[in-house]
């Protein structure tokens, strides 16, 4: 089975949202993610949801194109975290189609964390959107196990996590841990590689899961084994930040060899 093969906000962030659509429908992918509020403050986000006018230019761009968006980013679960919040780009993202939003869990609080999460599941399955929790190795969802336990004691048909590769990687987690996700809580996975030796320190880490991101195969993360475990034709959002080669090679050019990667990639993986 083919998977559908989505181009990542992060991999072009500073595309605005039509113009990602036009990437996307001149190099081979079938979807896009928007960042529509920003990872952290000060850095590039698209906020649809405060634009009526942008919002209702993308969705008409979108209604003559074969694009799709699949995902929205980025909903933080902090201390203070506020779940109605949340409603308005929920309710642009229904506008958009899209099917995921991208969490990520800030509240060193384990118990009031999962409480926020379980919270935000019920509120996106109002709008058909899975809440996908995103374990990165300096949050306070480092691995696929803590995710798992969050995730856990959710329910609804919005709960998800979301496997980023380059954090398999980084972090404790196994093949085993990635196999025991139920296939039903898995809606998308994001590809790239990543250099080794694995950066020390979480500002190292999170440099280079903002910046220097590798080619499918040219990185040291065994991207074959990890697919091999997860659902057959589930989609993939190529998210690779690397603006040094992405200039070297200019962005088209760039997208080209992404794709072709990262369909090699999934080739191998099959074969396992």
């Known amino acids: 089975m083919t998977a559908p093969l989505g181009l990542a906000a992060l991999t072009v962030l500073d595309?605005?949202?039509?113009?990602?659509?036009d990437l996307a429908e001149r190099h081979?992918?079938?979807?896009?993610?928007?960042?529509?509020?920003?990872?952290?403050?000060?850095?590039?986000?698209?906020?649809l949801h405060e634009d009526p006018a942008a919002l209702d230019e993308l969705v008409?761009?979108?209604?003559?194109?074969?694009?799709?968006?699949?995902?929205?980013?980025?909903?933080?679960?902090?201390?203070?975290?506020?779940?109605?919040s949340c409603r308005p780009l929920l309710e642009a993202g229904a506008r958009l189609g899209a099917r995921a939003v991208?969490?990520?869990g800030d509240d060193p609080d384990r118990a009031r964390l999962t409480d926020s999460y379980a919270r935000l599941a019920h509120v996106c399955a109002d709008y058909d959107i899975v809440a996908s929790l995103e374990f990165m190795p300096w949050?306070?969802?480092?691995?696929?196990?803590?995710?798992i336990e969050i995730v856990g004691k959710a329910d609804g048909p919005a709960r998800s996590i979301l496997?980023?590769?380059?954090?398999v990687g980084r972090?404790?987690?196994?093949?085993?841990?990635?196999?025991?996700?139920?296939?039903?809580?898995?809606?998308?996975?994001?590809?790239?590689?990543?250099?080794?030796?694995?950066?020390?320190?979480?500002a190292e880490l999170i440099r280079h899961a903002r910046e220097e991101r590798l080619v499918p195969g040219t990185g040291g993360i065994d991207?074959?084994?990890?697919?091999?475990?997860?659902?057959?034709?589930?989609?993939?959002?190529?998210?690779?930040?690397?603006?040094?080669?992405?200039?070297?090679?200019g962005t088209g050019t760039w997208l080209d060899r992404l794709v072709t990667a990262t369909r090699e990639v999934l080739v191998q993986a099959e074969r396992r």
């Open 223 to 249: 991207l074959p084994g990890i697919w091999s475990v997860l659902p057959e034709g589930l989609p993939v959002s190529i998210e690779l930040p690397n603006e040094p080669l992405r200039r070297a090679h």
């Open 15 to 21: 595309t605005p949202p039509l113009q990602h659509v």
């Open 139 to 147: 949050t306070a969802v480092p691995d696929a196990a803590a995710a």
């Open 171 to 202: 972090s404790a987690t196994t093949l085993d841990d990635l196999a025991a996700i139920p296939a039903e809580w898995l809606h998308y996975a994001q590809m790239c590689d990543g250099s080794v030796p694995v950066p020390r320190g979480d």
């Open 102 to 104: 991208l969490v990520g």
């Open 28 to 47: 081979g992918f079938d979807t896009i993610g928007l960042r529509l509020l920003p990872a952290a403050p000060g850095t590039t986000a698209y906020p």
């Open 163 to 167: 496997v980023d590769a380059l954090h």
């Open 60 to 84: 008409r761009r979108l209604a003559d194109s074969p694009i799709e968006v699949f995902d929205l980013e980025i909903i933080r679960i902090g201390e203070e975290f506020d779940v109605s």
